[in-house]
């Protein structure tokens, strides 16, 4: 008979046990790492603030709905945009995100219970291709193949980032691939490379050739300029030699010379040497 209270506690200790396991999933809920929780009430619906991860008790008949923060990467293949000069090519286009966890309650209250895959296929792929196609309208198609590019990439992002910021998306590294034209527009491409790149190649010969004939005249400047140093500097010579032949000069450069070779005395056709100097140079 003692034993009956002991058999009766232990009863409904058990009893409360096994309640309380089928009562947790009621109350108690586990929000996963990457994710942040809404608290939804079926009496007023989604309550203000979230749930950091790990677990959390709430009241019963209340939901917790899990929204990921972490980072997702995003690519959108072969949109559809068009050049300024008219040209539709396809291009591939790759952008990273999160989810803002302080704007998370407004965010579920704009799209409702709908996953973040479903909005990143549809809501955000809309405004990815808004983007492209406003920056993408700005450029020729040579040049949004060239340097062109990172820039229209940079504008995309900037776009798109400032479209959707305030629905709780951060957007980061956007990505515009390679334009992807069809088979007529990729041979008029070529074309046109290939007739830039003959100009340019012309362009080279011809200023090869300016190079050319700037070399030649600096030549012909430096020759001219010589023989005109060269010219002054005979012309001083001569002056200096003109100056310094005087009348006495030449009377004492004639003396020396009748007394080194003799009178010379033309007659009847036939010059005569007078002994003179000549004779008694002969008679030593």
Known sequence: MTKKPFVIGGSVVGA??????????????????GNV?????????????TLDPGWHGVGFFKKVIQYP???HTIEYKNMV????DGK?????????????????????NEFGNVPVED????????????????SVSNYNLLSIYGADATKAGLEIQKDF????????????????????????????????????????????????????????????????????IEAKAEAESNKII???????????MEMDARLAHGWVTVEGGTPLVDAGKAGSDNSK
């Open 16 to 33: 409360l046990i096994f309640l309380f396991g089928i009562l947790t999933p009621f109350f108690v809920e586990k929000v996963s790492p």
């Open 119 to 134: 909005i990143q296929q549809g809501f955000l792929q809309k405004r990815m291709l808004a983007a492209a196609r406003k």
């Open 81 to 84: 945009v068009s050049t300024k």
């Open 161 to 228: 980032e400032e479209d959707v910021k305030h629905l709780g998306f951060m957007v980061q590294d956007v990505t515009l691939g390679s334009p992807k034209p069809d088979n007529n527009t990729q041979k008029a491409i070529d074309s046109r490379i290939k007739a830039s790149q003959e100009t340019e190649k012309k362009k080279i010969e011809l200023e090869n050739e300016k190079i050319e004939a700037e070399k030649k005249e600096v030549i012909a400047d430096g020759n001219a300029q010589k023989k005109l």
């Open 69 to 71: 923060t972490k980072l």
């Open 37 to 49: 929780g809404l608290v939804y009430n079926p009496n007023g619906g989604i309550e203000k603030g």
């Open 242 to 252: 003109s100056k310094s032949v005087t009348p006495e000069l030449l009377n004492k």
């Open 88 to 108: 539709n090519i396809k291009v591939d286009l790759s952008y990273s995100y999160k989810v803002d966890p302080s704007k998370v309650v407004e965010l579920y």
